[in-house]
């Protein structure tokens, strides 16, 4: 699992984001105190982000479970080994297998070690991982959020922080992926916080849990 920031550096972040902007306030105050969303990284933990695009919370669960069983370890070499039949099977679809392979084949031929991505940047291991068929910025970027705990990553074309970046501007139109990464910029060095907390705040109202302030 990655290092991550625990409650207190989350806490004096989200303080600091409000202070450099503060837009966000409602969003903050709002907004219960949340952890970070952590998961293994490495191999697995790309794949397992393939897998689990475009597919409902209970299906890419099912079909991650199929192909954790299938594979027994899973590494570049053992999905390497398996035909493409066989992990269709597991429901994959054609597209996710080519992805999967494409992965597995980078780090097996030494294009990337995704073992030791500490040592790159936020923005060499972007474009490393970028460079693979298949994983897209979004992907590289929720990876290294999630997978490495970077907590200055924020994944500006992720259409939830969009839309919450709209309320929090009181914006009739919702900012396209450009002008999302161009808003994030005031929000270095916490851009991973800021993307937890309008989450949080998008998926708070979302639920009915949180109500947004009038003429948001």
């Known amino acids: 699992m990655p290092t991550i920031p625990d409650a207190k550096i989350l806490a004096a972040a989200r303080t600091a984001l409000v202070r450099a902007d503060p837009a966000l306030a409602q969003a903050h ?17 790309l794949l397992r982000m393939i897998v689990e695009q475009q597919v409902s919370t209970a299906s890419a669960a099912a079909i991650w479970r199929r192909v954790r069983e299938g594979l027994d370890e899973v590494t570049p070499e053992t999905l390497l080994a398996h035909p493409v039949e066989t992990l269709r099977g597991w429901g994959l679809s054609g597209q996710k297998v080519t992805y999967g392979r494409e992965i597995a084949l980078a780090q097996v031929e030494g294009r990337i070690d995704l073992e030791r991505m500490s040592a790159l940047s936020d923005e060499e291991a972007v474009a490393v991982l970028t460079a693979i068929k298949g994983v897209g910025r979004w992907t590289a970027e929720t990876y290294l959020m999630f ?27 919702r900012p396209n992926e450009k002008q999302t990464y161009a808003r994030a910029e005031a929000w270095r060095p916490h851009r991973g916080v800021a993307a937890h907390l309008l989450w949080g705040w998008y998926g708070g ?8 302030e009038e003429g948001v």
Request: hydrophobic share 40%; net charge negative.
């Open 147 to 173: 997978c490495e705990g970077r907590t200055d990553v924020f994944p500006g074309g992720d259409v939830a922080l969009q839309e919450a970046l709209r309320w929090a501007d009181r914006a009739e139109a």
């Open 205 to 212: 109202v979302k639920r009915g849990e949180i109500v947004l």
């Open 29 to 45: 105050d709002r907004t219960p105190v949340f952890e970070w969303r952590a998961r293994p990284g490495g191999f697995e933990g």
